[in-house]
């Protein structure tokens, strides 16, 4: 059973690409996240280029000390022995939110267009819930469906 939990990360392109692209399959956390497996995960790409560029499912989540991490998801993380490292510095245990089916948005979504749907609208710092029946998840389906429809020709836009 799938649920209707929806979050949006904040995070830098490379690590949204690699997830988009299947050779990344965790996201990497100081903090445990409490979030089920089924949940959306929305993606938001930071500056320069402030949009939300896809989405994926959380298949599990793992709190773990930073060796047990690595050794566990090394091949998966998107980083480097020292990158990893030097992140998880200082703590006894980090996170790891598993991923599966991520799918890249056939058009980004603007922070201007999230705005406009949400005014005073501010990307996380480290994760929100969002309402699946809210104003910003609507906005990012019904942008999917549109950018779908005008590429297939099945919805004509008025110039």
């Not at 690409?17 to 399959?25: A, R, V």
């Not at 999230?114 to 998840?137: K, T």
């Amino acid at each position: 059973m799938l649920l209707d939990e929806h979050i949006l990360i904040s995070l830098e392109r490379r690590h949204a690409d690699h997830i988009l692209d299947g050779s990344k399959c965790v996201e990497l956390r100081r903090r445990p996240m409490n979030v089920p497996v089924g949940t959306t995960v929305w993606m938001y790409a930071k500056l320069p280029v402030a949009s939300i560029v896809g989405r994926a499912r959380v298949s599990g989540a793992h709190s773990l000390a930073p060796s047990t991490l690595w050794r566990r998801f090394a091949g998966v993380s998107g980083l480097t022995h020292g990158e990893f490292f030097s992140y998880f510095d200082g703590v006894s245990r980090g996170f790891a939110l598993a991923l599966e089916n991520a799918e890249r948005l056939p058009a980004s979504v603007s922070l201007a267009a999230l705005r406009d749907v949400s005014p005073g609208f501010q990307p996380p710092q480290f994760f929100m819930r969002l309402d699946g029946e809210g104003a910003l998840v609507r906005a990012m389906s019904v942008h999917e469906v549109q950018f779908e429809e005008i590429h297939s020709g099945s919805l004509t836009r008025n110039n």
